[in-house]
């Protein structure tokens, strides 16, 4: 007999199929097999992150759902995570439910924003996170398990399910799980927590409420032209934008490095070329350069980047960062 943890209640199956079968029935997964949520794992769990079960990491305000650190816990079991990740899992969830993310309305929106965790600091080698070849693709456990745990927590804690709250007309496969480092080694700028007023040394979570990926490929040597080559993927969000997330491969990076350039004059080359005119009228894509947030990540081969357009034009949400 297996005993499992999913809410404050424990739930016995026979087997691991059955538990499967049963979870899939009640909608407590992603769709994808699961990791036996019992006491001991649990308790394994809970332990990596020093939290007590009744911990509260945060209430989700409009509907009123509660995060406990032990339904936390649970579902970052499910999705296959490590004890060691659960602090960078903790973190994300304390700054999702920040009031100023409205992470109500980033889930349920027919738009399909995906939570997105960009993670900072030494946590991230100490846990073998990845920002290099493939950032946002398959391969590296904690980056696949600790994105799916914040997104089965979002199911099964907040009750944005598809087809139930999660109302997303399409949506996008950030939905499964959207979690990556940034490459500090390779960047020559402040990386993002430090600019978002965290000290270097310290580790540190930032959620993004993220729509689709827009590739960017360039192959030229030059940063003005490189950059040049931004202005449709800017706009496919709209204008004035409030924030948009803007990763950069080492090879571009080393095109900016040869240049001196810093990332103030990549954001306010952005936010130049990004205006152009329509009907007689200015439009420009973000409102302003401090709106384009500057990732370094990806494969060290290839002149290609990613646009990151945020759900919440006018100020509906704004990304958060918190130290883990």
């Known amino acids: 007999m297996t005993s499992t943890v999913l809410t404050s209640k424990r739930l016995a199956f026979d087997d691991e199929d059955a538990l499967m079968e049963a979870f899939l029935e009640r909608g407590w997964t992603d769709g994808l097999p699961i990791v036996p949520p019992t006491v001991e794992r649990v308790r394994a769990m809970l332990k990596g992150g020093r939290r007590s079960p ?6 989700e305000t409009v509907k009123g759902h509660v995060i406990t650190a032990e339904k936390a816990a649970a579902n970052a079991v499910m999705a296959g995570c490590l004890p060691g990740y659960f602090p960078i899992v903790v973190a994300a969830l304390e700054a999702m439910c920040q009031r100023e993310f409205n992470l109500h309305a980033v889930t349920v929106s027919t738009m399909g924003a995906a939570v997105l965790t960009v993670v900072n600091g030494p946590i991230t080698r100490r846990i073998g996170l990845n920002s290099g070849v493939s ?18 927590v979002v199911m099964n804690v907040t009750g944005a399910r598809p087809g139930e709250l999660d109302k997303a007309t399409i949506g996008h496969p950030g939905k499964y799980t959207w979690c990556m480092a940034e490459d500090e080694a390779t960047s020559p700028w ?29 192959e030229d040597g030059d940063p ?14 709209g204008t004035n934008q409030d924030e948009v997330v803007v990763a950069l491969s080492p090879e571009l990076i080393g095109h900016f490095r040869g240049a001196g350039w810093s990332k103030r004059q990549v954001q306010e080359s952005l936010f130049a070329v990004c205006q152009r005119e329509r009907d007689g009228e200015l439009e420009q894509s973000v409102s302003s350069p401090e709106a384009v947030r500057v990732l370094v990540a990806g494969g ?7 646009v990151i357009p945020l759900w919440g034009a006018g100020s509906s949400s704004k990304s958060v960062t918190r130290p883990v």
Request: negative net charge.
């Open 54 to 59: 009744s911990d509260i990491l945060g209430v």
């Open 135 to 152: 950032v946002f693709g398959p391969g590296n456990r904690a980056n696949a398990t600790i994105g799916r745990a914040i997104r089965l």
């Open 190 to 218: 402040p990386p993002l927590h430090v600019e978002r007023g965290i000290e270097r040394d310290r580790s540190a979570v930032t959620v993004f409420p993220g729509l689709s990926p827009i590739p960017v490929s360039s």
């Open 224 to 237: 003005e032209a490189i950059l040049a080559a931004f202005e449709d993927a800017m706009f496919a969000a």
């Open 300 to 306: 060290a081969a290839g002149g290609f980047a990613s």
